[in-house]
């Protein structure tokens, strides 16, 4: 998501929209990213963790190519569909932006416990921003070389329909007790 941060704004701009348009585009993700988090964490403890967290990577990812269409898909022989396109992604994106967070530390809780969730979600969250620099700044780089957000865009989605499939590729949902495993299992 460093992608978003860092290039939104300049792309909704590059894209001949006013920065106040872009700016509220931009707070429009932020806006639903709370709806997002708290709708998807309430169906991941209905359905499952696994199930809804791949569902909010597959949701980025169609978000994503929703933004690409804002745009046109020129290799597609797609025009641009404008503002209402970028508008409908970015709701997308920004719904299912924070739900991996809480989804995350959910499904590891259950997982490996609540005595270890401090340990591995504290790594992963140590070695995150590494990624999303990165991300960010090959954006930009893309961007340098290509003149548009395209080819980054589109490997935001290959990343995420990548994130989705190792997500369903791990084994199936345990079973959850009220408080999750550690709690069932008296090891907290």
């Not at 704004?9 to 709806?35: E, K, M, N, P, R």
Request: net charge neutral.
């Amino acid at each position: 998501m460093s992608f978003v941060n860092a290039h939104f704004v300049t792309y909704a701009q590059d894209l001949g929209y006013h920065a106040l348009v872009a700016a509220s585009g931009f707070s429009l993700i932020g806006a639903t990213a709370i709806i997002g988090a708290l709708w998807m964490g309430h169906l991941s403890d209905k359905y499952g963790r696994r199930r809804m967290l791949a569902f909010s990577y597959q949701l980025r990812a169609m978000g994503f190519v929703v933004v690409l269409l804002s745009m046109g898909i020129p290799f597609l022989g797609i025009p641009s569909l404008g503002i209402v396109a970028l508008v409908a992604g970015v709701l997308l994106v920004g719904f299912s932006w924070n739900a991996v967070v809480g989804i995350t530390a959910a499904y590891v809780s259950d997982g490996f416990g609540t005595g270890n969730l401090g340990k591995i979600y504290g790594t992963m969250f140590a070695v995150m921003p590494l990624g999303s620099g990165l991300g960010a700044y090959l954006g930009g780089k893309l961007f340098d070389v290509r003149g548009t957000y395209d080819v980054a865009i589109w490997s935001n989605v290959g990343l995420l329909i990548a994130s989705a499939l190792l997500v369903w590729s791990i084994g199936g949902e345990r079973p959850q007790a009220l408080g999750g495993p550690a709690a069932a299992a008296g090891d907290d």
